[in-house]
């Protein structure tokens, strides 16, 4: 495994070299054929999805075995002033797309096993890094509000409308469940463009915001970041130990300006229309990054045919858990029966 230091060099050059993707299949470029991308597939386990390597991922194995003649393509977007860095996986014959969107200091490098099973059952996937992570630019970690990362979310579904198969759906984790979900309650109600909706421990009051909030409203006048604690979020400590020490994309500190930005999105939560969309929200009981017994009750509230899951164990991060709990948080995304 490359030093993080050297990897991190590399990627950079990724980023600058990343091209325009269309969406096109017969226009875009795949991933394998793009110069240093070998390395940034390998390191992240992405390479097993086209391939029946079984490469490990985040520190420890994708389950399952790909779709014969899946294709991917990685290239950029230009969307509100940022290069977004964007993927897209094409089964052979697939029955739809997913649109993930990814959490708070993640990026798509370590959504592999979520993808991984989203594949074996023929849906094309569509994932992008948001500003500030991953392989796109912007401030590291930071954004002014929520808004943009929505307005990045709308751009990537205009770019794909012409070519990604239809029926369309989403899956969020955390922030990107906040994401999905502003982009939902402010849609107009009879312009759904999902077919079906997964939120994985999608954010609103992360845990003991009350009095967090208090420290944010004296810090931000003094301070501009803090010092990233990276804490548990997962019971699968080889992701724990990747993200710690393995992942050169990981940022170290936590800008004031985006706790600003969070505080202003559980704000605006209460006063966005209720909407009757039986999404589904998946939610681990021994998850302490979010306030989640407060979240599930406001959730209820806002979107009274929800599909609320639980899953016993679990903590944060549902995307990279423990195998089994992982799989059971899949298996609660709807995908076997959208229609539920």
């Not at 070299?17 to 054929?33: E, I, M, Y």
Request: hydrophobic content about 40%; aromatic content about 10%.
């Amino acid at each position: 495994m490359a030093e993080p230091e050297a990897l991190l060099d590399q990627l950079q050059r990724l980023h600058l070299q990343l091209p325009k993707l269309t969406f096109d299949p017969g226009r875009d470029t795949p991933g394998s054929l793009l110069p240093g991308a070998d390395i940034y597939l390998d390191h992240y386990g992405l390479e097993s999805l086209t391939t029946n390597s079984g490469a490990k991922l985040s520190g420890s194995k994708l389950t399952g075995t790909k779709q014969a003649g899946t294709q991917h393509f990685l290239g950029s977007t230009q969307s509100c002033g940022y290069t977004i860095a964007c993927q897209y996986w094409l089964p052979a014959a697939p029955t739809g797309t997913v649109f993930v969107v990814h959490g708070y200091f993640d990026h798509v490098g370590l959504y592999g096993h979520l993808f991984q099973y989203l594949l074996n059952k023929n849906l094309a996937v569509v994932a992008f890094d948001l500003p500030g992570h991953g392989l796109s630019d912007g401030e590291q970690v930071s954004i002014a509000s929520f808004d943009h990362y929505v307005e990045v979310f709308d751009s990537i579904l205009d770019f794909a409308t012409s070519h990604m198969p239809q029926p369309w759906h989403s899956v969020g984790q955390s922030t990107g469940g906040a994401i999905v979900l502003k982009h939902l309650l402010e849609e107009a109600s009879d312009k759904h463009m999902f077919h079906n909706i997964a939120l994985l421990a999608p954010l609103l009051h992360p845990y003991k915001w009350q009095s967090n909030r208090l420290v944010y409203l004296l810090a931000h006048r003094f301070l501009t970041r803090i010092t990233r604690n990276f804490s548990k979020n997962s019971g699968n400590q080889h992701f724990v130990d990747f993200l710690a020490q393995h992942d050169p994309l990981q940022a170290q500190h936590i800008p004031l300006e985006w706790i600003g930005a969070m505080k202003r999105w559980t704000e605006e939560f209460h006063d966005l229309p209720c909407n009757d969309y039986p999404l589904h929200i998946i939610q681990g009981d021994c998850d302490v990054t979010l306030d989640w017994h407060y979240n599930l009750k406001r959730f209820r509230d806002k979107l009274p045919k929800a599909n609320i899951h639980m899953v016993t164990g679990a903590q944060h991060h549902l995307v990279n858990e423990t195998e089994v709990l992982r799989i059971q948080a899949f298996d609660a995304m709807g995908f076997d029966n959208p229609d539920q």
